[in-house]
């Protein structure tokens, strides 16, 4: 039986399960080992030694735990999912349905591309926040503690003791935030410029091709050099 499902009181006749046996004594002098309140055990030995060892047992960790930070400097208060659960807005309604955007659709309309722009706009709120999020982390920073592992875990995401630098996670991440704003409303400004210049499908589908390269050609460019994975 595992030593910490014994029951307080009990006596053995053999050393438990990861108690270790007092200096100057071993299994030949050893008489008992009698279960503590706090988990740990007192070892009797021929002698008459006694001595408390293997203890006091570690308690299970509480699922529900949260910490105290009430007497935090920043107060900033407990929160799991902090950032993990930003507030997206909830997808639009396209032909075909989620699962199969597009189907049933055989024509581009001016309309389509206007509800297109509207649609990507409505995400330029999620974008902004988590832009905030981060500048309210880069401002608060972090206390790591006087230990390696901590300070190298620091340096990797706010930068090392001289400041921030353009590798570091934060500063990566939130440029990519940028970027990603600042295609969207590149995308969002073609497609009005599209709409105001072409005012019906009819139009449209006569759009030259070169034209309509040299529309998103600058929006192709932004998308493929995001500094994805700068800092990894």
């Known amino acids: 039986m595992p030593a910490d499902d014994v029951n307080p009181g009990t006596v053995i006749a053999t050393l438990p399960p990861g108690v270790k046996h007092a200096d100057g004594h071993d299994g030949y002098d050893f008489v008992s080992a009698t279960k503590q309140e706090n988990g740990s055990w007192l070892l009797k030995y021929d002698n008459g030694d006694q001595v408390y060892s293997g203890g006091p047992a570690v308690p299970k960790p509480d699922a529900s735990w949260t910490p105290d930070t009430s007497g935090a400097q920043n107060g900033d208060p407990w929160d799991i999912y902090k950032g993990s659960q930003p507030p997206f807005p909830p997808a639009p309604n396209v032909p075909g349905g989620a699962d199969s955007p597009g189907r049933g659709v055989t024509v581009v309309s001016v309309e389509a591309i206007r509800y297109y722009a509207s649609s990507i706009r409505a ?63 590149e995308v969002a400004a073609r497609c009005d410029e599209i709409v105001q210049k072409y005012r019906n499908a009819d139009e449209l589908s006569d759009m030259d091709a070169a034209e309509f390269t040299r529309m998103v050609a600058t929006v192709k460019s932004r998308v493929d050099n995001l500094p994805l994975g700068a800092a990894s």
Do not use: W, Y
């Open 123 to 185: 995400l330029l709120p999620v974008i902004a926040g988590a832009i905030k999020e981060l500048d309210d982390l880069a401002a608060r920073g972090f206390g790591p503690g006087n230990f390696g592992a901590a300070n190298n875990f620091k340096a990797k995401v706010f930068g090392g003791a001289s400041g921030q630098s353009g590798a570091t996670l934060l500063v990566s991440t939130r440029q990519v935030l940028v970027e990603a704003e600042t295609i969207i409303n």
